[in-house]
């Protein structure tokens, strides 16, 4: 996407390539490995880059939850110009799963960042959040702006009551037998499980994921996939769909932590075709003036699996006008 318009409240760019490609050609091996101690056990992270170098360091929080690493491994890109951080939250990966639900409190996952920073003895940092890691990036750059060299929203789960608005206008724009699927899906008289399998298997394709894993990304999840996606967490925190939240994050609202966010140091980004609807992201980062806003095209909710290079592009850009501002 590289069309620019101006809105209240920031900048908003659509940003294409001229041609299309799938990200890395292999994932590198990681310069550092750590398992952190956080409340609850310890969490896997590994580093690419040089922690030391000028540039401050990036480090992207996954999805979920109970998502893992995995889907942001396209990132290590930008490991040329500045150290790139991954982890797993607690109960995801290759972190320790002691799976006790007392431990899925928003605010210790936000503490798990902090505990990421200082164990790696960063002073300031870049921070990603994408979807569920999204709410969390928010929640730590409203707590601890002093640490941030720069904040970016990904297509971030920011209000539940938002986020299943749009689920349900994304349903209702779907060929009809599926949209009535979904919707008898989620009544208490269910049909077959494997009829909502596949119904909420369109949606997906739609609008969460709408690439196949590339080659470098199946090989990697054998080879270091940890125990992967943490169903049970998910659906705790979430519920069974993600156009239906029953679990504790149900009423979840972080609205008025927009208010405290540096516009000049916050990005929204999301995918055209994203759950996270571009509307709705939009209408975010107009409450942060000066924010940035932008949309990667031919994406859906899945940005670094659906269009990698594009991504990166634009946090590339993202970055280097950050760095002019310290």
Not at 46 to 66: K, M
Request: charged residues 20%; neutral net charge.
């Amino acid at each position: 996407m590289d069309r620019r318009l101006l809105l209240a409240g920031g900048l908003v760019a659509l940003v294409s390539a001229p041609a299309y490609a799938r990200g890395l050609a292999s994932y590198p091996a990681p310069v550092r490995e750590a398992m952190v101690p956080v409340e609850g056990g310890r969490i896997y992270v590994r580093v690419n880059g040089d922690l030391a170098a000028p540039r401050a360091p990036l480090v992207l929080l996954h999805g979920g939850p109970g998502g893992t690493h995995e889907a942001l491994m396209d990132a290590l890109a930008l490991a040329d110009e500045r150290a790139v951080i991954l982890y797993d939250q607690l109960d995801s990966g290759r972190s320790d799963q002691p799976n006790d639900p007392a431990n899925w409190r928003v605010a210790r996952f936000v503490d798990e960042i902090e505990a990421v920073r200082r164990a790696l003895g960063v002073t300031r940092w870049h921070v990603l959040g994408h979807s569920w890691g999204g709410t969390l990036a928010l929640e730590y750059g409203a707590r601890r702006p002093a640490a941030l060299a720069g904040l970016t929203l990904a297509s971030p789960l920011i209000a539940t009551k938002s986020w299943i608005g749009d689920a349900n206008l994304l349903v209702d724009a779907l060929p009809a037998p599926i949209r009535a699927e979904i919707r008898r899906c989620e009544t208490l008289k269910a049909p077959q499980p494997a009829a909502c399998t596949n119904a909420t298997d369109a949606f997906y394709a739609v609008y969460n994921s709408r690439e196949p894993a590339t080659d470098p990304a199946r090989a990697y999840h054998r080879a270091v996939g940890g125990r992967g996606f943490n169903a049970r967490l998910y659906q705790t925190m979430w519920g069974s769909s993600e156009f239906v939240s029953t679990g504790t994050l149900r009423s979840y609202n972080g609205e008025p932590l927009l208010a405290k966010l540096d516009g000049k140091r916050t990005l929204f980004i999301c995918g055209q075709y994203d759950e996270a609807r571009p509307t709705t992201i939009g209408a975010y980062a107009a409450r942060v003036p000066g924010a940035e806003f932008a949309v990667i095209a031919g994406a859906a909710h899945h940005l670094f699996g659906d269009r990698p290079e594009e991504t990166v592009a634009t946090l590339r850009g993202w970055l280097a006008r950050q760095d002019a501002l310290a």
